[in-house]
């Protein structure tokens, strides 16, 4: 991977945002180190980790912090790819535009009976370079996507390393919970 001196300034201002105790505070230290960097208008990110996949979003490791606060991931979606409705499984997560323009609709989660969940639409966002958001549970329920033509580079920043989380299915009655693998991009 290549390195640069503004992926290095990124990384120590991760490094001071999760040294904050309350969750709240470190998101908000994360969102404003994440809009700092990016605003920048400097390239930091190697081109590799900027390639679109071939039949999902791409997810490709940034960053793992070596103490295990947190791990950054770079993700590419290409035209009309996109998550279904999920959860970050009790983990925090701070998303920023890095290229492109993605929506992201945010769900309330209203009930759950007999194994069926229920949920209620409450914002449409449109993102673009730059821009970012702080998902703190349990009001992380939402769907993201590539909003243009072309693709759109994300920036994601968790309190953690995410290798599950909770998809959220349209069934009759609400929605059915699917617990989901997640890996890394590969190609």
């Given at each position: 991977?290549?390195?640069?001196?503004?992926?290095?300034?990124?990384?120590?201002?991760?490094?001071?945002?999760?040294?904050?105790?309350?969750?709240?505070?470190?998101?908000?230290?994360?969102?404003?180190?994440?809009?700092?960097?990016?605003?920048?208008?400097?390239?930091?990110?190697?081109?590799?980790?900027?390639?679109?996949?071939?039949?999902?979003?791409a997810?490709?490791?940034?960053?793992r912090?070596?103490?295990?606060?947190?791990?950054?991931?770079?993700?590419?979606?290409?035209?009309?790819?996109?998550?279904?409705?999920?959860?970050?499984d009790?983990?925090?997560?701070?998303?920023?535009?890095?290229?492109?323009?993605?929506?992201?609709?945010?769900?309330?989660?209203t009930?759950?009976?007999?194994?069926?969940?229920?949920f209620?639409?409450?914002?449409?966002?449109?993102?673009?370079?730059g821009?970012a958001g702080?998902?703190?549970?349990p009001?992380?329920?939402?769907?993201?996507?590539n909003?243009e033509?072309t693709?759109?580079?994300?920036?994601?920043?968790?309190?953690g390393?995410?290798?599950?989380?909770?998809?959220?299915?349209?069934?009759?009655?609400?929605?059915e919970?699917?617990?989901?693998?997640?890996?890394?991009?590969?190609?």
């Open positions: 991977m290549i390195t640069s001196p503004k992926l290095d300034e990124l990384v120590g201002l991760l490094d001071k945002a999760v040294e904050e105790q309350e969750t709240k505070g470190c998101c908000y230290a994360v969102k404003a180190a994440l809009e700092h960097v990016v605003h920048s208008g400097e390239e930091f990110i190697d081109p590799y980790f900027l390639q679109p996949a071939k039949d999902t979003y997810r490709r490791l940034l960053h912090d070596p103490n295990g606060r947190y791990t950054a991931l770079v993700m590419v979606w290409d035209k009309g790819q996109g998550t279904a409705l999920h959860d970050h009790n983990m925090w997560c701070v998303e920023c535009v890095y290229r492109g323009r993605i929506k992201v609709v945010s769900y309330d989660m009930g759950q009976t007999d194994g069926r969940y229920e209620q639409q409450e914002t449409t966002v449109f993102a673009g370079p821009e702080a998902l703190i549970p009001f992380d329920h939402h769907t993201i996507c909003a033509e693709p759109a580079v994300t920036i994601h920043v968790y309190g390393e995410m290798t599950h989380c909770h998809v959220f299915l349209p069934t009759e009655g609400g929605y919970r699917v617990e989901k693998t997640l890996c890394y991009t590969e190609d």
